[in-house]
């Protein structure tokens, strides 16, 4: 597992939802189309993460999914539990 995923996986046990669902949201709220520390603020204010969590998430909601699995790899957005169940 990536440290990527990490940061995913410690986002989802801090703020209850699943990194779909956070990209989700931020579909919602037109966030896709903005810059990272826009989507960071976001994350910080109304969903309590910290900085690094935040970060991560931006990026994959800024950059989408197929730029960050270049990167580091396949990426589980459906969450932890759908993996528990595997």
Same mark, same amino acid.
């Given at each position: 597992?990536?440290?990527?995923?990490?940061?995913?996986?410690? *986002?989802? =046990?801090?703020? /209850?939802?699943?990194?779909?669902?956070?990209?989700?949201?931020?579909?919602?709220?037109?966030?896709?189309?903005? =810059? #990272? /520390?826009?989507? &960071? *603020?976001?994350?910080?204010? %109304?969903? /309590?993460?910290?900085?690094?969590?935040?970060?991560?998430? #931006?990026?994959? @909601? @800024?950059?989408? =999914? %197929?730029? &960050?699995? *270049?990167?580091? /790899? %396949?990426?589980?957005?459906?969450?932890? *539990?759908?993996?528990?169940? =595997?």
């Amino acid at each position: 597992m990536s440290g990527f995923q990490t940061y995913l996986d410690n *986002a989802e =046990r801090k703020a /209850g939802l699943t990194p779909q669902q956070f990209l989700d949201l931020a579909a919602e709220k037109g966030l896709t189309h903005c =810059r #990272a /520390g826009e989507v &960071i *603020a976001w994350l910080k204010t %109304e969903h /309590g993460l910290g900085h690094g969590h935040a970060a991560n998430l #931006a990026q994959l @909601v @800024v950059k989408g =999914r %197929e730029a &960050i699995e *270049a990167k580091h /790899g %396949e990426l589980h957005l459906d969450g932890l *539990a759908a993996r528990q169940d =595997r």
